[in-house]
Structures are given as C-alpha cells and as structure tokens.
C-alpha cells in the first residue's frame, strides 16, 4: 500500500538561517591500496586517491533511476555512545567555512540534515541545502524533501511502503518570491525494486502536462534487459532513444566487466515520419566454454524504406589454447555491394616459455587494404607486440612497434618493464619511447609496502633534464636492467601513512631545488575507542572507528604546511539499541558463516573485529567468512548506498 505524508512548505522554507552547535560531514571508509597487478602503473586504490572519507549523506537531487535510498539512520548498540551532531570546516586563519548538521528523534534516527555556509556579516551559518527524512515507527522511510536556498530549488521525493520512490516533486520561487510546483516525475517499479516506468509532467497554465517517458526493463538477475525514451510533442510520444539487451549467463573471466557481458545488445532511433522504431545498429558476441570471447559482431543499418538492409558490418574472431592464452585474432568486414565478408586483420600469437616457467612471446598485426569492389588491395605488417611474464604470471615486459602504409617498416613506438615482489605486488615500473628510432625515457615508478601489504611510499621519476636520452640501452630482455634506471631524476614524492590497521592520510611532495618540496596531503585523526557499535551516524557513514578531525594540507611556500581542519563534533548518549530503514530490494543476512546480500547492484561489505580493525573488504553478494578467526565482528554493508550494520559471530 502506498503510504504518503504532506510536508508544510512554508514550515521548512522560513529557516533562512541555521544557528548550530560548532560542526562535521560523516564518511564512508578510506580505504587502504589494494594489492596491484600489471599492467596498471600505480596501486589500484592510491590511483583513484582516497581522501574521500567524509562527505554528505543521502539524496542530492541525484536519483539513480533504479533504485532509491531508504536508509536514513542507524543506532548504536545499547549502552554508552557518541552521537554525530555536526562537522565543521574551517579555513586556514582558522575562521568557519561550512557546515554539517545533523538532526535526531528520540530513537536517535536521523531525520533532518543541513548543508550552511557561514556568513562573518552576521555572524551566523546560512543555510545552503536542508535534507528531511520521513518514517513510519517500524522504519519505513516515507518522505525525503530537499531545499536548495542557494537555486531556489525544492524536491520532495515519496516513497512506497517498501522503500522504493515513487513520486518526485520539484518547486521554485517565482518572481514574488513564493514556491510554485512546476515539475513533477512519478516511478513505478517491479517487485525487486527496479524502476520500470519513469514519467516527468510539468505544470501549464494550471494542469499537468506529460513531459518525458522512460521505460525500463530488467532479467532475472536484474540486468537491465530494455530502456526506451520519448519526449511529448503536445499531441504524440516521441522516441528518442532505446536500447535492447541480451545478457551472457556463463563463467566470467577477471579481465572482464560484469556490464560488458552482453550476448547482443541492439539500438534503435526514431523515425519521425512513420512514428516507429528503427533498427539502428547491434552488437553480437559469443564465448567459449570458460567465458572467453570468439565471436564480436557489430551491425549497422540505414533510415528510410532499405531499414531492413545491413549497410555495414564488422566482425572479429579469437582462438585460445588449453589455458585460454589467445592464439589468433581475425578480422572481416562485410560488402554490402558483393554480399561478403573480406578479411581485413590478421594476428597471430607465438608464446613460448622458459624452464622456470616464464611465459614470453609476441603477436604480429597483418593489415589488409580492400576497395569498394570487395578486392584487397594491399597487405602489410601493420603493428608487432611482444611481451614476458615471470614465473607468477606478472606482465614484466612489453614493446610496441608499428606501421602506417604499405611498404613502411616496423618502427618502435613504446616499452615498458615491471617488477614485482614474492607477494605480486608491484615494486618498480619503466617506460620509454622512440623519438627519431632513438628510445628516450617517458616514465619511472617505484613503489614500497608495509608487513600488512600497504603501499607506504610511491615515487615518480622523469627523463633528467640533461638531455640524456638512454638511446645507449637496447632491449636486452624482458627484466629490468642497471642500464635501464640510467638517465632518470625526481618528480613526485607521496608517502602514505597508516595504524590500527586502516589508512590515515598522505603526504605529497615535488622535486625542487634538489630537496622533496610539500605539495598536498590529508591526515585523519580517529579515536579508536569508539567502533561501528558504539556510534549513532547518518546511515552512509562507513567509518571503522569514531572521526575528531581531518586535516587537509598545503604547502605553505616555505617548506611547511598550512592546514584547513574539518572538525566532527560529537555527544555522549545512551543508547537502546539497533534501528534500521526497512528495504525490500537489500537485505543483509548471516547464516552457516556465509554473509549474504539480497538484490542491490553495488556492494560494499566491510568486516571488522572488536577492536575495530579491518579483517575484511569485499564486493560480492556472497561472502565466505569461515575462514575468519572464531569471535565476534562487526559487519558494514553498503548496498546501492544504503547502510547495514550487522554483529556476527564465526564458530
């Protein structure tokens, strides 16, 4: 049954200021760098930098068109615990800049979250975004209402008894400074939670007009299957766009993604003139036994009466040994005029390996030119890779050549050597290219890690600015040699810092002056006294252990640093005990030592022992935890954003 609650506009939008208690933003975790694997050149975590760990919570107007989230609090255990309130950031001189605020009931569910600016004039915060939160007694999230001041923008979103929205409802002050409903989208969804329909009205002259139409459709696994697109021309549905897929159910191999593994995916466009659908273009693909793709075909068709002719067509084949090590690769493209297929690319793959086992080898690219008559033209070695690997399967060597016409010699264009330790980890990496036959130095890493596997330190290398170009070093293997660090000097320096088992910041330094300058860096001050149970938070906070203070650090210009602080300012309470929004699409279980995930897309799941230390961080819907110590732990889930906290115990 569709529940609803009416919220008084003029209520929440005379807060035109916010006066708060000194402030935070709450965090999801930082996490610690992953281990690496070739060919990436730096490690996976660090990469993507992880000084993310406090921001906002819950809906910024950002509504992924699937699935809504319904979590919007959670409570410690019974007993003692410190209740977020708010986070401030302050600047440089010390003076407040912006604030978090947030607000709890009497279960201490959070049920109002304020976004401020302050304003030094006044003295006091303004208010730049105010979230509401809307629940039922058993939990079950009714409401979210946004008020952007900043836009004169306000959205609420309603939602169904299961979690899922199903209205969203947009006003903006109009030139008498009054809010006035203008648009309005409402969701219908199937019984897991996906959306099917999405329908967008605006207001005219007083009556609700229909806008845009999206439908959506979803298999079993809730891979979407169907997305169709119209706008409203004030008398007819329009298309804009749709697309058809067909996804591939059997093993999938690591290299690939799990939105790639499609056995046809088809396109269509609008045909103005008949108001119908045509064929587009469309891709096929097929795979071997173990999830390796043979066969990648794609289609394409022409508008107008000859829609039902192929105009274009590529297709590619693959071939694998016993271990599926690609052996030979063709490519076709199809004569619409002769109704043939002609070769265009040729490679074949040579690998041989070592008694240690090491595996090296090459492939070499033949090019086909071909007329419009269908006739090749032209054959030529257009491209030659080859490339080793160590007795533990790590990519240590590679080297590109190439060619660009017939005729042309293969010239060298790229190299690039790796190394690793007895963990897999990558320690060092180099890369050059040819300028002029002459091979110049293009990029150095080296990499260091700690007892637990973190990477501590990465520093980055350039060519030296003497000119030196390491033209004297020829290949002469696939493992780094002493000629090959030659010519090299200093650019970046980041050193990355640790405890409790869980990342805490960073420092980042540049070469200048023959001496490691201050750049950037984020260092995170926990309490770790305080874990997952012991905190009442916002529900996406992902945190480990309570946060006081993130510092946030740049170089001052004289070789120290300046630091801009947010600080999160909390309040003993006693707790009761758990409580958590209801959602139908996510559900997290423990049974038989296995930790299970019911729908959602993106999971995040998050093991911690009782001393709040990371034991474990995984993206799977089923997680084996058997082989976790005997105890209690402390289990985080993230599902599509929504937040699960579970106490577990292994036997």
Same mark, same amino acid.
């Given at each position: 049954?569709?529940?609803?609650?009416?919220?008084?506009?003029?209520?929440?939008?005379?807060?035109?200021?916010?006066?708060?208690?000194?402030?935070?933003?709450?965090?999801?975790?930082?996490?610690?760098?992953? !281990?690496?694997?070739?060919?990436?050149?730096?490690?996976?975590?660090?990469?993507?930098?992880?000084?993310?760990?406090?921001?906002?919570?819950?809906?910024?107007?950002?509504?992924?068109?699937?699935?809504?989230?319904?979590?919007?609090?959670? @409570?410690?255990?019974?007993?003692?615990?410190?209740?977020?309130?708010?986070?401030?950031?302050?600047?440089?001189?010390?003076?407040? %800049?912006?604030?978090?605020?947030?607000?709890?009931?009497?279960?201490?569910?959070?049920?109002?979250?304020?976004?401020?600016?302050?304003?030094?004039?006044?003295?006091?915060?303004?208010?730049?975004?105010?979230?509401?939160?809307?629940?039922?007694?058993?939990?079950?999230?009714?409401?979210?209402?946004?008020?952007?001041?900043?836009?004169?923008?306000?959205? /609420?979103?309603?939602?169904?008894?299961?979690?899922?929205?199903?209205?969203?409802?947009?006003?903006?002050?109009?030139?008498?400074?009054?809010?006035?409903?203008?648009?309005?989208?409402?969701?219908?969804?199937?019984?897991?939670? %996906?959306?099917?329909?999405?329908?967008?009205?605006?207001?005219?002259?007083?009556?609700?007009?229909? &806008?845009?139409?999206? /439908? @959506? =459709?979803?298999?079993?696994?809730?891979?979407?299957?169907?997305?169709? +697109?119209?706008?409203?021309?004030?008398?007819?549905?329009?298309?804009?766009?749709?697309?058809?897929?067909?996804? +591939?159910d059997g093993p999938n191999p690591t290299e690939y993604s799990e939105s790639t593994r499609f056995t046809q995916t088809t396109t269509y466009t609008w045909d103005w003139d008949n108001n119908e659908w045509k064929k587009y273009d469309r891709g096929t693909r097929e795979y071997n036994a173990d999830?390796?793709?043979?066969?990648?075909?794609?289609?394409?068709?022409? @508008?107008?009466?000859?829609? $039902?002719?192929?105009?274009?067509?590529?297709?590619?084949?693959?071939?694998?040994?016993?271990?599926?090590?690609?052996?030979?690769?063709?490519?076709?493209?199809?004569? %619409?005029?002769?109704?043939?297929? /002609?070769?265009?690319?040729?490679?074949?793959?040579?690998?041989?390996?070592?008694?240690?086992?090491? !595996?090296?080898?090459?492939?070499?690219?033949?090019?086909?030119?071909?007329?419009?008559?269908?006739? #090749?033209?032209?054959?030529?070695?257009?491209?030659?890779? $080859?490339?080793?690997?160590?007795?533990?399967?790590?990519?240590?060597?590679?080297?590109?050549?190439?060619?660009?016409?017939?005729?042309?010699?293969?010239?060298?264009?790229?190299?690039?050597?790796?190394?690793?330790?007895?963990?897999?980890?990558?320690?060092?990496?180099?890369?050059?290219?040819?300028?002029?036959?002459?091979?110049?130095?293009?990029?150095?890493?080296?990499?260091?890690?700690?007892?637990?596997?973190?990477?501590?330190?990465?520093?980055?290398?350039?060519?030296?600015?003497?000119?030196?170009?390491?033209?004297?070093?020829?290949?002469?293997?696939?493992?780094?040699? $002493?000629?090959?660090?030659?010519?090299?000097?200093?650019?970046?320096? #980041? &050193?990355?810092?640790?405890?409790?088992?869980?990342?805490?910041?960073?420092?980042?330094?540049?070469?200048?002056?023959?001496?490691?300058?201050?750049?950037?860096?984020? &260092?995170? $001050? +926990?309490?770790?006294?305080?874990?997952?149970?012991?905190?009442?938070?916002?529900?996406?906070?992902?945190?480990?252990?309570?946060?006081?203070?993130?510092?946030?650090?740049? =170089?001052?210009?004289?070789?120290?640093?300046?630091?801009?602080?947010?600080?999160?300012?909390?309040?003993?309470?006693?707790?009761?005990?758990?409580?958590?929004?209801?959602?139908?699409?996510?559900?997290?279980?423990?049974?038989?030592?296995?930790?299970?995930?019911?729908?959602?897309?993106?999971?995040?799941?998050?093991?911690?022992?009782?001393?709040?230390?990371?034991?474990?961080?995984?993206?799977?819907?089923?997680?084996?935890?058997?082989?976790?110590?005997?105890?209690?732990?402390?289990?985080?889930?993230?599902?599509?954003?929504?937040? +699960?906290?579970?106490?577990?115990?292994?036997?």
């Open positions: 049954m569709k529940q609803t609650m009416l919220l008084l506009l003029l209520a929440l939008c005379s807060l035109a200021t916010v006066q708060a208690q000194e402030p935070p933003t709450f965090g999801l975790q930082a996490n610690r760098p992953d !281990r690496h694997t070739a060919p990436l050149l730096c490690p996976a975590d660090i990469s993507q930098d992880a000084d993310k760990t406090l921001q906002a919570t819950a809906c910024n107007g950002q509504i992924r068109p699937w699935r809504i989230p319904a979590t919007v609090a959670r @409570m410690a255990e019974e007993g003692t615990a410190m209740r977020l309130d708010s986070i401030v950031t302050f600047n440089t001189d010390g003076t407040r %800049n912006s604030l978090e605020a947030y607000t709890y009931d009497d279960a201490y569910r959070n049920f109002h979250h304020t976004q401020a600016r302050y304003n030094p004039s006044t003295d006091s915060w303004e208010a730049t975004t105010e979230y509401d939160y809307r629940l039922t007694d058993d939990n079950v999230l009714l409401l979210i209402s946004t008020l952007t001041h900043s836009t004169n923008e306000y959205v /609420i979103y309603e939602y169904d008894d299961q979690g899922w929205c199903v209205e969203r409802r947009m006003y903006y002050k109009n030139d008498e400074n009054t809010w006035t409903e203008q648009k309005k989208t409402e969701y219908t969804h199937d019984e897991r939670g %996906n959306t099917t329909e999405e329908m967008t009205y605006r207001l005219v002259d007083g009556q609700w007009k229909p &806008s845009v139409h999206f /439908i @959506m =459709a979803y298999d079993s696994n809730n891979r979407q299957i169907l997305y169709e +697109y119209y706008t409203w021309d004030g008398s007819n549905w329009r298309g804009g766009y749709k697309t058809e897929w067909t996804w +591939y999830g390796y793709t043979t066969m990648s075909k794609e289609e394409h068709w022409r @508008m107008g009466p000859d829609n $039902e002719t192929i105009y274009s067509a590529g297709r590619s084949f693959w071939e694998y040994d016993e271990d599926n090590i690609c052996q030979k690769q063709e490519d076709y493209i199809y004569m %619409n005029s002769t109704d043939e297929w /002609i070769q265009t690319l040729a490679v074949d793959y040579e690998w041989t390996y070592d008694e240690a086992g090491n !595996r090296s080898g090459h492939y070499e690219e033949i090019k086909y030119d071909v007329n419009d008559n269908g006739e #090749i033209t032209a054959k030529w070695p257009s491209a030659r890779h $080859e490339e080793g690997y160590d007795a533990n399967g790590n990519l240590v060597w590679k080297k590109d050549w190439s060619s660009y016409s017939p005729g042309e010699e293969l010239v060298e264009q790229y190299e690039a050597k790796y190394t690793f330790d007895g963990a897999g980890r990558l320690t060092e990496s180099l890369s050059w290219t040819w300028e002029n036959g002459t091979r110049v130095n293009y990029g150095r890493y080296t990499y260091t890690y700690d007892d637990e596997g973190n990477c501590t330190e990465e520093t980055q290398y350039k060519a030296a600015s003497t000119g030196q170009t390491n033209s004297s070093v020829a290949t002469r293997g696939m493992f780094i040699e $002493e000629a090959d660090l030659e010519g090299w000097e200093p650019y970046e320096y #980041i &050193s990355y810092h640790y405890g409790n088992g869980i990342y805490l910041g960073k420092r980042h330094f540049s070469w200048q002056n023959d001496d490691w300058t201050p750049r950037y860096g984020l &260092s995170i $001050e +926990y309490d770790f006294e305080y874990t997952p149970e012991k905190l009442i938070v916002p529900g996406t906070w992902g945190d480990p252990y309570k946060i006081n203070v993130i510092h946030y650090l740049d =170089a001052d210009g004289m070789g120290g640093w300046t630091l801009t602080d947010k600080v999160c300012y909390w309040t003993e309470v006693k707790a009761t005990g758990m409580a958590q929004a209801a959602t139908e699409g996510a559900k997290v279980t423990f049974a038989d030592n296995v930790l299970s995930v019911a729908g959602g897309t993106e999971v995040q799941n998050l093991v911690y022992d009782l001393g709040g230390r990371l034991v474990l961080s995984g993206q799977s819907h089923r997680e084996q935890l058997g082989h976790l110590a005997q105890g209690i732990y402390v289990v985080r889930s993230l599902v599509d954003g929504e937040a +699960y906290t579970l106490k577990i115990s292994i036997e």
